[in-house]
């Protein structure tokens, strides 16, 4: 238990002040719902999803990851033509486990952000997938090869995104 002790000391929770992450989470939902209407492509990019990993792993407090990938998901819902509260349900449950992850390992390296959004992308798609065709009786797609693509997408804007997002610390 001891070792356990010291290796959860040395794991930094990062602060940041209120109109950056409020500011952040904003222009990547402003972005989401404008520039694939412009750029079709852009319709791979899940922003709202690596804003809300970025945050759930930086903060390392399962609590306000919940409540920051709720409230990402829902305005996402709001924001786009789907029922409301299938972003909300799945952006929930990923930001609670992603800050769950980042209480318990140090994911600063590029390599392990990208692999943890890789990862949690998919459990994204799952969630929601799943939450739509149980609730809702549709099908969704719960893996392809545009999916696959995607989350390699996202992965890597997440390597290229994290660092200037890190630039927001307190």
Not at 51 to 80: E, H
Not at 129 to 140: F, G, I, N, P
Request: glycine content about 6%; aromatic content about 12%; proline content about 4%.
């Amino acid at each position: 238990m001891a070792l356990r002790d010291q290796v959860e000391q040395h794991i930094e929770v990062h602060k940041y002040a209120f109109l950056a992450v409020w500011g952040t989470v904003f222009f990547a939902l402003l972005l989401q719902t404008f520039l694939p209407k412009y750029f079709p492509r852009a319709s791979l990019l899940e922003l709202p999803l690596l804003i809300t990993l970025y945050f759930g792993l930086s903060r390392r407090n399962p609590s306000s990851g919940l409540l920051l990938g709720m409230t990402v998901g829902l305005l996402q819902d709001a924001l786009s033509h789907i029922p409301v509260g299938l972003y909300g349900i799945a952006k929930t449950l990923v930001g609670f486990g992603a800050s769950s992850i980042g209480a318990r390992l140090d994911v600063e390296h590029p390599f392990a952000r990208a692999l943890l959004t890789f990862a949690f992308f998919h459990v994204h798609q799952v969630i929601f997938a799943s939450t739509r065709l149980l609730l809702l009786q549709e099908s969704e797609v719960f893996f392809s090869t545009e999916l696959l693509i995607a989350s390699l997408l996202n992965a890597a804007l997440s390597v290229l995104l994290f660092p200037l997002l890190d630039k927001l610390r307190k």
